[in-house]
């Protein structure tokens, strides 16, 4: 299928590792070009060994001033993808104000800022474009020690749509994809212990977790024409566990 993504500028966030970093090389390999965002400068080093011509930018996104300055001036963007995130899990009894903190600005602040400064671009050319978030199978099921990262995916489920319903008229598409774990590497080094592996697979119909590739494969989609009447959709790419 033909997503026609070749020649158009798209940033995507979380660059560095996993998602984000599959995210980068597919959209290279189909002649997108790519401003890769991460908080390491060592992950951008290598991603543009990888990806030639892509446009690195180091910056932590949960600190909104550096964000402004790293991103106000970056140019047109037609398609965005808003990867990073963060995912510190505690108990409920035991969360801390830190932690709570770090979460939301990682994983739903940042994101609004983001999306800001992108379909103001957008809509002061006059042109469409497609935002892609990335929440999580987190969002509409409850997990143990996750109560903070569940609660930003889940707003991050719902500031999808608020921003589908206002962004629409202007030509600019919002969907999410909402994964099961991903075998990146933290998903391997975090879930390979079939011990802990085996109540979450036990509730995923398909009986295994996802590659980075099934989720990329979905993100590419959602930013192509090809779904050019898809947005506020919540995408599961889960096996199955929703329907569990």
Partial sequence: MELGLAGRRALVTGAGKGIGRGT??????????????SRTQADLDSLLRECPGIDPVCVDLSDWEATERALGNVGPVDLLVNNAGVALLQPFLEITKEAFDRSFEVNLRAVIQVSKI???????????????????????????????????????????????????PHKIRVNAVNPTVVMTAMGRA???????????????????FA??????????????????????????????????
């Avoid at 090389?25 to 070009?33: E, F, S, V």
């Avoid at 997990?143 to 719902?158: E, F, P, Q, R």
């Avoid at 990329?216 to 929703?242: E, H, K, N, Q």
């Fill in 24 to 37: 980068v090389q597919a959209l290279h390999a189909a002649g997108a070009r790519v401003v890769a965002v």
């Fill in 211 to 244: 590659e980075v590739e099934h989720v990329v494969d979905a993100i590419l989609f959602l930013l192509s024409d090809r779904s050019g009447m898809t947005t506020g959709s919540i995408v599961p790419v889960d096996g199955g566990f929703w329907a569990s």
């Fill in 190 to 208: 975090n879930w390979l212990d079939p011990q802990k592996a085996k109540p979450m697979l036990d509730r995923i119909p398909l009986g295994k």
């Fill in 118 to 168: 992108v379909a103001r671009g957008l809509i002061a050319r006059g042109v469409p474009g497609a935002i892609v978030n990335i929440s999580s199978q987190a969002s509409q099921r409850a997990i143990t020690n996750h109560s903070v990262y569940c609660a930003t995916k889940g707003a991050l489920d719902m500031l999808t749509k608020a921003m589908a319903l206002e962004l629409g």
